[in-house]
Nanobody, 126 residues
Framework: QLQLAEFGGGLVQPGGSLRLSCAVSGFHLDFYAIGWFRQAPGKEREGVSCIMISGGDTDYVDSVKGRFTISRNNSNNMVHLQMHSLKPEDTAVYYC???????????????????WGKGTLVTVSS
């Protein structure tokens, strides 16, 4: 069983930067892929990025490649999403998510997620 608590959202202007953080607690974290989904009003929740706790392999949705960077700190069980060059289209509630036995390269879809955080709102607007 895992608990996820994300924070760091807020209001930022287009082109700005923001860092999201997810505190992960539980056991056997090495079996999980941890990452981020986002959901804008009226849209379905989409995967943004993920990272393997064991090994650190990462993946990103095409729309954020080159702008977002996911990282993990296994010493304090934190996962971060550093977001640069933010666009209004990035506005959404961002959810930390965990998949047991997840594979960032094709097995980190919505139906693969076992645990969700409550979400943190990112608003990109001038």
């Amino acid at each position: 069983q895992l608990q996820l608590a994300e924070f760091g959202g807020g209001l930022v202007q287009p082109g700005g930067s923001l860092r999201l953080s997810c505190a992960v607690s539980g056991f056997h974290l090495d079996f999980y892929a941890i990452g981020w989904f986002r959901q804008a009003p009226g849209k379905e929740r989409e995967g943004v990025s993920c990272i393997m706790i064991s090994g650190g392999d990462t993946d990103y949705v095409d729309s954020v490649k080159g702008r977002f960077t996911i990282s993990r700190n296994n010493s304090n069980n934190m996962v971060h999403l550093q977001m640069h060059s933010l666009k209004p289209e990035d506005t959404a509630v961002y959810y930390c998510a965990a998949s047991y036995g997840g594979d960032c390269h094709g097995k980190f879809d919505y139906d693969d997620i076992n645990y969700w955080g409550k979400g943190t709102l990112v608003t990109v607007s001038s």
